[in-house]
């Protein structure tokens, strides 16, 4: 099995940056997406970003692009994500996630989760 660990998250002010980091353990296939989902208070978990594991491509949900960064390291097995511009409404937990294949996490069918990581914008 694969594990995920998260951590980086913490408090920030509007208008500020924070790095996130997942460290993966276990096996990790080329054809595995990881990626980033997060749930704020009183709503459903929502698709943040993802990563072909081996291409490199990413994809972004509308409400980050050009503000969020996802990227990963293969020596590592450890996937980043910059956030950059942070505002109030980013706040929420943020979870690690992975998938068999990019087609599946763009699906939302995650295989792995994280524990979460809290990551709080103040205005």
């Known amino acids: 099995q694969v594990q995920l660990v998260e951590s980086g998250g913490g408090l920030v002010q509007a208008g500020g940056s924070l790095r996130l980091s997942c460290a993966a353990s276990g096996r990790i296939f080329s054809t595995y997406a990881l990626g980033w989902f997060r749930q704020a208070p009183g709503k459903e978990r929502e698709f943040v970003a993802r990563i072909s594991w081996n291409s490199g491509v990413t994809n972004y949900a509308d409400a980050v692009k050009g503000r969020f960064t996802i990227s990963r390291e293969f020596a590592k097995k450890t996937m980043y994500l910059q956030m950059n511009s942070l505002k109030p409404e980013d706040t929420a937990v943020y979870y690690c996630?992975?998938?068999?294949?990019?087609?599946?996490?763009?699906?939302?069918?995650?295989?792995?989760w994280g524990k979460g990581t809290l990551v709080t914008v103040s205005s």
């Open positions: 996630a992975a998938s068999d294949t990019a087609q599946a996490m763009a699906r939302y069918a995650v295989d792995y």
